[in-house]
């Protein structure tokens, strides 16, 4: 997979990156292969611990967000995306087995027990995802959060 080099010196612009955070190889292998066939820089990761730390050297654009892993998950993640400055204003794609219903009624639990409650993700899709959706979805958050850059996908 390519890593993101922001001093790329061609004459497109580089790739977005966009990070992936999913325990399952076969869900980081089919989102990073979907991702790169369409103008996407994927940066992956298996768990919450590694993502923010790639989240935080690489910037991504975007994090696709796994709720349930081992260890440290997509709501510990996320979280600690949207507690850290430098990282809070990158949206999140939750992709999850878990139905949006229960995770809405999840986050309005946690919601009630935080200081500064988190907002809702940019996105969500239950598991398993359509191709063609989750890349649609992809455009529709990226294009509604940043300006679209002349030869960006």
Same mark, same amino acid.
């Given at each position: 997979?390519?890593?993101?080099?922001?001093?790329?010196?061609?004459?497109?612009?580089?790739? *977005?990156?966009?990070?992936? %955070?999913?325990?399952?190889?076969? &869900?980081?292998?089919?989102?990073?292969? =979907?991702?790169?066939?369409?103008?996407? @820089?994927?940066? %992956?990761? +298996?768990?919450?611990?590694?993502?923010?730390?790639?989240? +935080?050297?690489?910037?991504?654009?975007?994090?696709?967000?796994?709720? &349930?892993?081992?260890?440290?998950?997509?709501?510990?993640?996320?979280?600690?995306?949207?507690?850290? /400055?430098?990282?809070?204003?990158?949206?999140?794609? &939750? =992709?999850?087995?878990? !139905?949006?219903?229960?995770?809405?009624?999840?986050?309005? &639990? =946690?919601?009630?027990?935080?200081?500064? /409650?988190? /907002?809702?993700?940019?996105?969500?899709?239950?598991?398993?995802?359509?191709?063609?959706?989750?890349?649609? !979805?992809? +455009?529709?958050?990226?294009? @509604?959060?940043?300006?679209? +850059?002349?030869?960006? *996908?």
């Amino acid at each position: 997979m390519a890593n993101h080099n922001p001093s790329s010196t061609s004459k497109t612009s580089p790739a *977005p990156p966009v990070l992936v %955070v999913d325990d399952e190889i076969g &869900m980081r292998l089919f989102i990073s292969t =979907l991702l790169e066939t369409n103008g996407f @820089t994927p940066i %992956v990761a +298996r768990n919450g611990s590694d993502g923010l730390q790639k989240a +935080r050297a690489q910037k991504p654009v975007l994090a696709i967000l796994d709720i &349930m892993m081992p260890n440290e998950g997509g709501v510990w993640l996320y979280r600690a995306l949207k507690a850290d /400055p430098s990282l809070c204003a990158i949206p999140v794609l &939750m =992709l999850s087995g878990v !139905t949006h219903e229960a995770f809405r009624h999840y986050l309005t &639990m =946690l919601n009630s027990q935080l200081e500064a /409650p988190l /907002p809702p993700p940019a996105a969500y899709i239950e598991k398993p995802p359509e191709a063609e959706y989750l890349l649609a !979805t992809i +455009r529709s958050v990226l294009q @509604t959060r940043m300006p679209r +850059r002349p030869g960006a *996908p």
